[in-house]
Nanobody
Framework: QVQLVESGGGSVQAGGSLKLSCVAD????????MAWFREAPGQGREAVAA????????YYADSVKGRFTVSQDNAKNTVYLEMNSLKPEDTAMYYC????????????????????WGQGTQVTVSS
């Protein structure tokens, strides 16, 4: 298993930006897919973005496409989620997740694909 620690959350006004970080331990090298999920009060956990760690493939939910960017720094065992043009509806607890099995267009957004999860970092966007 991979230990994951998220950071970078906070409070920002609508239209602002935040950059989240997810730092993994040495088992990061066994990971094929790193994803970001979010969970807001009254809503289920929603897939936001994912990246195939051995290549350039990325995936985004329609609600964040064009505003969020997922990237990685393998030297630091870190995956990032840069969030721009933030909206109040982006307010949620954001979780980092890892899968060592696959990272495919048809399955990346399934919670069951991920076996390792961080503790979450809160993002609050005010009007």
């Amino acid at each position: 298993q991979v230990q994951l620690v998220e950071s970078g959350g906070g409070s920002v006004q609508a239209g602002g930006s935040l950059k989240l970080s997810c730092v993994a331990d040495e088992y990061y090298l066994s990971v094929n897919c790193m994803a970001w999920f979010r969970e807001a009060p009254g809503q289920g956990r929603e897939a936001v973005a994912a990246k195939y760690t051995a290549g350039t493939m990325t995936y985004y939910a329609d609600s964040v496409k064009g505003r969020f960017t997922v990237s990685q720094d393998n030297a630091k065992n870190t995956v990032y989620l840069e969030m721009n043009s933030l909206k109040p509806e982006d307010t949620a607890m954001y979780y980092c997740a890892a899968s060592s099995l696959r990272c495919m267009p048809s399955t990346w957004f399934w919670q069951s694909e991920y076996t390792d999860w961080g503790q979450g970092t809160q993002v609050t966007v005010s009007s």
